[in-house]
């Protein structure tokens, strides 16, 4: 969807009344209707309301910004809400753009920082205070119920423009996130507080890139590779967590445009992974039917593609202004009443589910104005960013001893950008404290001096030296905030670099000449370290991409010793060449002749390993002895009781980790699996568990139980069969490795899921 067209729309307009009302049950045409009969199960309801309708009726609302039917009492609706990282400008959501009830939200930091923080507990907690806020909105007439978050595409390529909006590029910390995240936002009650929508399904993970952009591309996977990776997200949003909705992508995925694919929807999403018993539906990517005909040239009409989007499963067509040809579908007989009453059927189920037509009955019905923004909310917030942020380069020079009149210069672009601090595809905060605000609350003399953002002028001439020389001259701190800016990425725009700009590194040297403590705060997305990190003027770097509202606070707690870092890197940090290396739109992880493959399981030399991340103090962590060595697949199979046998557990790992060093600090244990088992050639190591432990303090020892599953232990055949397989199992703990041990797994290999065969 196009964010910033969207962001331009909606904020020009002056909203001073709600827009989206609730259906009345209690009196009007609805009344008797048996949509409103809360005592019939909601596959009734629905389609009662759906056999009221007439044709042209329906018609009208298999589009996001549906009409509903004034003659029936069903009022309109704007299916389209976000709520990335709190809710979010979208068509079907507004802000009050003046004082008053409405007009903000809680604004944490992207996703991909909060999956830094490898966090289970906290990600639930954000998503409860995203979906309690979101239906706060809705139930006010704000948005609707229905919102098309979280974006769970792996993050492959460090190109992709919309990269951190994901929980980066590991399959378990993804599956982990989508999981806790879709809990939180639909929350823990029968109806649904909101319903939420993982996207973009499937493997929609680039923008524009060298003449191939995401609405003409055919991306071409392996069965292996998108069983294993593209796809594994959406098992865990489809089968695991039953979520109420699912976007198709714009992208076709071998062949097919993802929204005309009957494999990936009915044959998988709805047949294998069972996803219909909840009635769910599908939702495309806005214009994503049009670009079935006009892109991709699998439909010769616009109304063919419109009718083979619908009859492969897809319920609703996402458009800004009738792109679809719903009507042409309809009247040339291509579009059935079928498949449009079971499309209608799937949507208004949901909205059931979630007590729309409920009125005062409804599980939310009490949700308004005073639960937005409260005080867990915001302390979430800033939990969020302080939790995630990496450390990733430190001489000793952090924690900073702070004094309440400590000098600070504070250069750089990003030191005192509220505007800066939230990314994509957000709302209007609650608040945006900046680094230089929070330093200033801690009663610190602050010296501020901007700097230059992308590549900008260079050398003598910069324009930014004098200022910031003379800021840093007189203090004795320098803090400098850098990195690339919210304008370098986002919808439409893949990066071409992965490269410091020229112009910050020019300042970094002159700043870091003089000698003085030099802390880099690098904003936004990854990039190639090696400059900073070689760099000697650089003591310390601190990663804290876009932090959300209370971000600035969040640093500067990290850099004073308030709080200790522990967040660690959910992507690969990779050297500037791969970027000519690999072509974006190769989809292929495993390395090949052309490619040195992708993501930490592949790619063998990183400047920063996906999991890195430094501390304050030191951690040791043994393996105790009483987890077994030997195992038979037949024993751990036989023991399994679950419909999916992946789903089922593996004996848990007891760790016991150590804080050897003088602070009290968070730490994230990290379990990976290796070895040269199954069907690769490669050691594979891959992260099977993870948890974190709070608050460690110097001397204590903790041991924590890791949890796993068959699943997490076993690998993808060449035919995307999931495999528990015989072998010797190495595990190693953290990155880099704090300790690691051998278990064998002996017996046959044993399928845990068969993966279906896509059609010939
Ligand atoms: C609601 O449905 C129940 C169960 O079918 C039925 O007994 C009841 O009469 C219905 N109520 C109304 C108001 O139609
Ligand atoms: C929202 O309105 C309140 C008053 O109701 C005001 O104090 C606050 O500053 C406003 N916030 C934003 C982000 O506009
Ligand atoms: C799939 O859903 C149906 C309908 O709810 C249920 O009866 C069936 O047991 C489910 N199948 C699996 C494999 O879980
Ligand atoms: C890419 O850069 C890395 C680190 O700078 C270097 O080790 C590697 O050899 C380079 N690879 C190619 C293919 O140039
Ligand atoms: C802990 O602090 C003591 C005293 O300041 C110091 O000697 C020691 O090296 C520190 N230990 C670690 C592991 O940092």
Excluded at 562 to 588: C, E, F, H, W
Aim: hydrophobic share 40%; net charge negative; with cysteine.
């Amino acid at each position: 969807m196009k964010s910033l067209l969207m962001l331009v729309l909606v904020t020009s307009v002056t909203v001073t009344a709600q827009n989206q009302r609730f259906p009345d049950c209690t009196s009007g045409n609805l009344a008797g209707n048996a949509v409103c009969n809360t005592s019939l199960p909601p596959s009734e309801r629905a389609a009662a309301l759906v056999a009221a309708m007439t044709a042209e009726e329906k018609l009208q609302n298999l589009v996001s910004k549906a009409n509903g039917a004034s003659r029936l009492g069903l009022p309109a609706y704007n299916w389209w809400s976000e709520a990335l990282h709190g809710v979010a400008y979208a068509p079907g959501t507004q802000f009050r753009n003046v004082p008053g009830p409405f007009n903000s939200s809680t604004s944490f930091p992207m996703p991909v920082l909060m999956a830094a923080a490898f966090d289970d507990e906290l990600i639930e907690k954000v998503g409860n205070v995203i979906g309690i806020e979101g239906r706060a909105f809705g139930n006010e007439g704000w948005s609707g119920i229905d919102y098309w978050t979280p974006n769970v595409n792996p993050y492959k390529d460090p190109r992709w423009g919309r990269g951190s909006e994901t929980p980066g590029e590991d399959v378990l910390r993804i599956k982990r996130y989508a999981k806790f995240m879709i809990r939180g936002l639909e929350g823990p009650e029968e109806q649904r507080r909101i319903v939420a929508t993982c996207k973009h399904f499937a493997a929609n993970d680039f923008e524009d890139w060298n003449g191939a952009n995401r609405h003409n591309f055919n991306a071409k996977i392996t069965l292996q590779d998108l069983a294993e990776y593209y796809m594994m997200p959406f098992q865990q949003c489809a089968r695991d967590s039953k979520v109420g909705s699912i976007m198709c992508a714009y992208n076709a995925v071998n062949g097919v445009p993802s929204c005309a694919n009957k494999y990936l929807m009915d044959t998988i999403l709805r047949g294998h992974w069972n996803w219909t018993e909840h009635n769910n539906y599908i939702t495309s990517d806005c214009e994503a039917v049009l670009d079935v005909s006009a892109n991709h040239h699998y439909a010769r009409t616009n109304a063919e593609g419109t009718a083979l989007c619908f009859d492969a499963g897809m319920d609703i067509s996402c458009e800004y202004s009738g792109s679809s040809d719903i009507p042409g579908a309809w009247s040339q007989g291509l579009l059935k009443q079928a498949t449009v009453d079971r499309a209608l059927r799937r949507l208004y189920e949901g909205l059931v589910r979630a007590g729309y037509f409920d009125g005062a009955k409804s599980t939310h019905a009490l949700l308004g104005w005073g639960d937005v923004n409260n005080h867990e909310a915001q302390q979430v917030a800033l939990q969020a960013a302080v939790e995630g942020i990496v450390l990733l380069k430190n001489d000793g020079t952090l924690p900073l001893d702070l004094k309440q009149s400590s000098k600070v210069a504070m250069v750089g672009f990003w030191a005192d950008a509220p505007e800066k601090l939230s990314g994509g595809y957000s709302g209007a905060p609650y608040f945006l404290h900046t680094p230089v605000y929070a330093a200033r609350q801690m009663g610190l003399d602050v010296k501020v001096a901007t700097g230059p953002i992308l590549q900008e002028a260079t050398g003598g001439s910069s324009p930014w030296l004098a200022s910031a020389l003379a800021a840093a001259r007189d203090s004795d701190y320098i803090l400098y905030f850098g990195g690339l800016d919210t304008s370098s990425a986002g919808e439409t725009k893949d990066r071409q670099a992965l490269d410091w700009p020229t112009a910050q590194l020019d300042l970094l040297n002159s700043l870091g000449s003089l000698g003085k403590p030099l802390v880099l705060v690098h904003m936004g997305d990854m990039m190639d370290d090696t400059p900073v990190l070689d760099m000697e003027g650089v003591s310390s770097i601190l990663w804290a991409n876009w932090p959300g509202q209370d971000g600035g606070t969040a640093v500067m707690q990290l850099i004073s010793g308030q709080k200790s870092p522990s967040g660690r890197l959910p992507v690969t940090q990779y050297p500037a060449n791969y970027t000519t290396i690999i072509p974006m739109t190769d989809m292929a992880l495993r390395p090949s002749s052309k490619s040195p493959g992708r993501t930490y399981r592949w790619y063998p030399t990183p400047i920063k390993p996906f999991g890195f991340g430094l501390h304050y103090t030191t951690f040791t962590a043994t393996i105790l002895p009483s987890f077994a060595t030997h195992f038979t697949t037949g024993n751990l199979v036989a023991d399994c009781k679950n419909t999916y046998l992946d789903t089922c557990e593996f004996p848990a790992l007891p760790v016991q980790v150590t804080n050897a060093g003088n602070r009290t600090s968070d730490y994230v244990v990290l379990a990976y699996l290796s070895g040269k088992y199954g069907p690769e050639p490669y050691p594979l190591k891959t992260l099977s568990s993870y948890s974190r432990l709070r608050n460690v303090t110097p001397g204590e020892t903790v041991t924590i139980s890791l949890e796993w599953t068959l699943g997490d232990v076993a690998r993808h055949d060449e035919n995307g069969n999931t495999v528990l397989y015989p072998g010797v199992y190495t595990v190693i703990i953290d990155e880099p490795s704090l300790t690691t041990m051998t278990f064998t797994i002996e017996g046959d290999a044993i399928m845990l899921d068969k993966w279906p065969a896509p059609p010939v």
